[in-house]
């Protein structure tokens, strides 16, 4: 059969409608009506069909042949109404996996998507504040250095109060002092 844009199926649903906002919803409930009605329908004749038979069995059937032959004839009914249930099932499965995939899938992306660049940007951020802190730590050990040079006293750094929480760790370069 060849599939083309007018293709109409019997309940009168084209794919575009399906993917209209709702539309899915719309169909698989429609869908999931019919069946419950038919699936009621099977499952009450086949047990109005087996209790005539039962009653009005074939020429020749004793009682437990006449129950069979009953069963058997009414069994076809209720796996009618089996397929039906299923047909319910997967209508509500249809439903779920296009919401999951088309609609919670994207955002889910975008979300990941977000939260990826914050995170590029929070480490591009780090990134500075690190690049920031080895220069303020080199320009301070040069400073540290040129006033050594210049004749001061080994342990009086010429470093600002503000930058005074950084020196400790020149003294760890210090050599010569046992420690």
């Known amino acids: 059969m060849a599939h ?6 019997d309940f009168g649903w084209k794919s575009d409608q399906l993917l209209a906002p709702g539309g ?3 169909y698989t409930d429609q869908i999931r009506q019919i069946f419950r009605d038919h699936r009621g329908d099977f499952r009450d004749l086949a047990n109005d069909l087996q209790g005539d ?4 069995p074939p020429a020749g059937d004793n009682g437990l042949q006449a129950n069979y032959h009953a069963w058997k004839t009414a069994r076809i009914l209720h796996q009618m109404a089996g397929h039906a249930q299923a047909i319910i099932t997967l209508a509500a499965k249809l439903r779920a996996t296009h919401q ?16 990826k660049a914050l995170e590029k940007a929070s480490q591009g951020a ?3 504040r690190t690049a920031g802190n080895v220069n303020d730590l080199v320009r ?6 040129a006033g050594q040079a210049d004749g001061d ?3 009086q750094p010429t470093a600002t109060p503000a930058q005074v929480g950084h020196l400790p760790v020149f003294d760890m370069f210090k050599t010569g002092t046992g420690q």
């Open 4 to 9: 083309d844009d007018d293709y109409n199926n």
């Open 24 to 26: 899915m919803a719309m």
């Open 53 to 56: 038979l039962k009653h009005n």
């Open 100 to 115: 999951d995939i088309y609609v919670e899938l994207p955002k889910r992306r975008e979300a990941k998507a977000e939260a």
């Open 126 to 128: 780090q990134v500075a």
């Open 140 to 145: 301070q050990m040069a400073a540290h250095t």
């Open 153 to 155: 006293q080994a342990g």
